[in-house]
C-alpha cells in the first residue's frame, strides 16, 4: 500500500507514521528527518537545506522530488510523511508512483502551536512556528481538496491520545476501499 500522511506542522503525522510503520512493517518515508540527518551529517544537501527550514521556508521542489524518487524506488509500500507538500510535488509524485490512501491528521490551529512550543525542535521558535503555519496554509493545504477530489482522502480527527488516534489511522488503513 502506498500512504500519504497529510496535516499541519505538529499535527502528529511523524508520530503516527512511526507507529504505523511498525505495526504494519511498511517502510516510513519522512522527509523532514532525511533532511534533519544530511544536515547533521553535514553533506551538500544539508547545507542547501538547511538555508530553508531554520527559517520554516519549504526546500524547492526540484530537490525533494528527487529524495523522494531515490527513496520510493523498489519498494512496494511505503508511507510518506512530510511529502507532497506542494502541489507540484503532488503532481510529480503521480508521474512515479500511484497513491492508494492519503491521511490526513486534522488538528485545530491552536492546538498546533502548543504542541510545537512544547517540542523544542531548532525550528520550533515561536517566529519560525508562525511561518510554518503560514507556508503550510499557502503551498500544501490545497493537497486537502486535491485528494479529496480524486476520492482517495480520509480525515482523521488528530485530537485525543496518541493510541486513540493510531486506531483511528488504523480502521482507515484496514476497510478496503
Ligand atoms: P517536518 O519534519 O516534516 O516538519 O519538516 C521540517 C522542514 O523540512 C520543513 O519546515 C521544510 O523546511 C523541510 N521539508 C520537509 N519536507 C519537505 C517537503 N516535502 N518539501 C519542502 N520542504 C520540506
Known sequence: MHIIFLGPPGAGKGTQAEIISKKYNIKKISTGDILRSEMENGTELGKIAKQYMEKGELVPDEIMIKIIENH?????????????????????????????????INVPDEEIKNRLLKRGRLDDKPEVIENRIKVYREQTQVLIDYYKKKGILYEIDGMGSIEEISKRIESVLINPT
Not at 503532481?91 to 492519503?102: N, P, Q
Open 72 to 104: 520510493i524506488k523498489n519498494l512496494n509500500s511505503f508511507i510518506l510523511d512530510g511529502f507532497p507538500r506542494t502541489l507540484n510535488q503532488a503532481l510529480e509524485l503521480e508521474k512515479i508512483t500511484k497513491i492508494d490512501k492519503v491521511i490526513y
